[in-house]
């Protein structure tokens, strides 16, 4: 099956970041076979001057959170206090699942075809993945401490492994590991998971230079987690770095050296006041940088269009320097960066022939998107989930004139309420103990 889009303003985001109004772009089952050519074609859509790009990348996210969004936004130290309790105590497996297709909804809905997703019952999340039709890599969590699917970081470890070899082969859904962070794991078990995973070339996430205490406990030691993390070789291009507020010019190096990605989640961390990552460095050290909204507990949204408007405004700023991270690299960021820092960049992050069909188009019939002046501009600062029209994954359809195909929202949310039963019990309770009414 032959499909053709017409009438658009195609942003390829390829390398020579190529434009072209007034376009077309064909694609055949999964794959994109011609721009701006006359080949035979079955289906023809009129994309009424929209705009088409690549699906976008979200590198980091933890999509089965959603239940706990809006909860205790402004709780100092909320991770421990509030987060982790409630987390251990309530998230079955099937809270995880109902929610994680929320996720998944709100992610097509906002024009993201390929997350990286990092939580616990991996296997069931990388169903839902499978059957729903998104791109995924799905890194299972693994922390020292009784969670919600392991008692500790030997039995996380443990699933981790078991998940990794069951999925290793899967087209679409790319098994990870997801270690939480360079202070709730123990050194031999990072050890012991940078043997394995080294040894099958898997890929690897961590929240790392991120919390302030984080810091403090590396520097009694007069180091720094990112020294800690090359001490141990964990370094490579198959790390994810996530956050990574807080490295020195010494980290930044060393990032660079072993050719780590970062996921840069702005969203997140201004929210939670923890700070702003040195991206201008990261991306003069030529390190692979993309976009992350964090779970929806932490950036409220999966949104990457609040991403890069944040990005945009917030490292401009920050520098006080207006022409830094113009809008058409902000959009870069966002498709092939993200593509890059999770080694997918032959197959999606940008339009090209032979690429996988995961496409984008944004309405411009809206009154926030007139008129149409520099598309990459609209994107970052006018655009918002609302202008996404359609969306295909490998050539499928996905998203049409702003709704789902497949999925009925309103019974997403149905499902997802009944399974939180306990979840709304417990987190009473802990409300009760945090003295929060
Ligand atoms: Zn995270």
Redesign the pocket.
Known sequence: MKTRIENVTLLCCDLAQHIYTNSSLTFENDRIIAINEDVPYDICIDGKNGILMPGMVNT???LSMIPFRSLQDDLPDRLRRFLFPLEKEAMTQRLAVSAAKIGVAESLLSGVTTVMD?YYYSDALAQVYDSMGIRALVAQTIVNQNMCDAEDEREGFNIAKTFYEKWVNHPRIIPAFGPHGTTTLTKKTLIDLKAYTQKHNALVCM?VAEMDDEMAHFREHNTTPIEFLNSIHLLNSNFIS??TIHPTDHDIELLSQHNVGIAH?IG?NIKAAKGIAPLKSFIEQGIRVGL?T??PS?GNTLDLFVQMNLVAKCHKVHHHDRKLFPAKEIVQLATMGGASVLHLDHLIGSLEVGKKADLVLIETDSVNMYPNHDPYSLLVYSANASNVHSVWVDGIQKVNNKHLVDYDLKQLKDECDLESTLFNQKLHQINQTLNIT
Do not use: E, L, Y
Request: hydrophobic fraction near 25%; charged fraction near 10%; proline fraction near 0%.
């Open positions: 980091h996210t933890h990092m929240h996530v956050h989640c997140a992350g964090d779970g932490s």
